[in-house]
């Protein structure tokens, strides 16, 4: 089985690839599982049956383009296409019905499973407690608990005073790129952790959900 994950970063990927590695080997060992992340999730096409336009590098930019490649490559196959990306401040079920028609159009012959994180990737960070901690001992649990699951609240930034203590202001006020290399770090040392059942949010449950489903049709084809 092989699964390919396009993602909108590297940071918000690399969860996404090792909880569906965990969903996997409870399923199956026979995978290899693919992160293909994107420099921001981007706009949608003007021509989305058309070429990518010159010099695209977002998700939804050359999404069309590189479902036609995959239905071309591995229509009829196992393989399995993850496209995950942040809500941000949209509403999660409008990204994740326009991507799953997207997905029918380009790539009919394939499995594909959407994953949207409401408002970002952090929010399934912030929903494994025990991860966490377990990657920093130290973590201001007090201020966690204050935040609610899935909730468009500044996600990144409250993991970043769970994390950060005093010091997270100063972060918060640097700017990117020094930002993203401190998401980038948080989601390599929480995500080691990481378990499925361990995940509080509603919006990885679905995710969970769909692709356990799309492993089981995978596994009985």
């Given at each position: 089985?092989?699964?390919?994950?396009?993602?909108?970063?590297?940071?918000?990927?690399?969860?996404?690839?090792?909880?569906?590695?965990?969903?996997?080997?409870?399923?199956?060992?026979?995978?290899?599982?693919?992160?293909?992340?994107?420099?921001?999730?981007g706009?949608?096409?003007?021509?989305?049956?058309?070429?990518?336009?010159?010099?695209?590098?977002?998700?939804?930019?050359?999404?069309?383009?590189?479902?036609?490649?995959y239905?071309?490559?591995?229509?009829?196959?196992?393989?399995?296409?993850?496209?995950?990306?942040?809500s941000?401040?949209?509403?999660?079920?409008?990204?994740?019905?326009?991507l799953?028609?997207t997905?029918?159009?380009?790539?009919?012959?394939?499995?594909?499973?959407?994953?949207?994180?409401?408002?970002?990737?952090?929010?399934?960070?912030?929903?494994?407690?025990?991860?966490?901690?377990?990657?920093?001992?130290?973590?201001?649990?007090?201020?966690?608990?204050?935040?609610?699951?899935?909730?468009?609240?500044?996600?990144?930034?409250?993991?970043?005073?769970?994390?950060?203590?005093?010091?997270?202001?100063?972060?918060?006020?640097?700017?990117?790129?020094?930002?993203?290399?401190?998401?980038?770090?948080?989601a390599?040392?929480?995500?080691?952790?990481?378990?499925?059942?361990?995940?509080?949010?509603?919006?990885?449950?679905?995710?969970?959900?769909?692709?356990?489903a799309?492993?089981?049709?995978?596994?009985?084809?």
């Open positions: 089985m092989r699964i390919e994950i396009l993602s909108e970063d590297r940071s918000g990927g690399m969860v996404i690839k090792r909880l569906a590695e965990c969903i996997l080997r409870e399923t199956t060992r026979d995978f290899s599982c693919y992160l293909r992340p994107h420099r921001g999730c706009y949608w096409p003007n021509d989305p049956d058309g070429k990518p336009e010159p010099f695209a590098a977002g998700l939804l930019e050359l999404l069309p383009s590189k479902l036609r490649a239905d071309k490559v591995y229509a009829g196959t196992s393989t399995i296409v993850i496209v995950c990306m942040d941000d401040d949209h509403d999660p079920e409008e990204i994740r019905t326009r799953r028609n997905c029918k159009k380009y790539a009919p012959g394939l499995r594909t499973v959407i994953g949207i994180s409401v408002e970002e990737m952090e929010s399934w960070m912030l929903a494994d407690q025990n991860a966490i901690l377990l990657a920093y001992p130290d973590a201001d649990m007090m201020r966690l608990r204050e935040y609610e699951q899935d909730s468009i609240c500044g996600t990144w930034e409250v993991l970043c005073d769970v994390l950060l203590h005093e010091k997270s202001e100063k972060v918060k006020r640097i700017g990117y790129p020094a930002i993203g290399q401190y998401k980038s770090t948080w390599e040392k929480i995500s080691k952790y990481m378990l499925p059942g361990n995940n509080v949010s509603p919006s990885f449950k679905n995710f969970q959900t769909a692709f356990e799309a492993i089981k049709d995978a596994v009985k084809a």
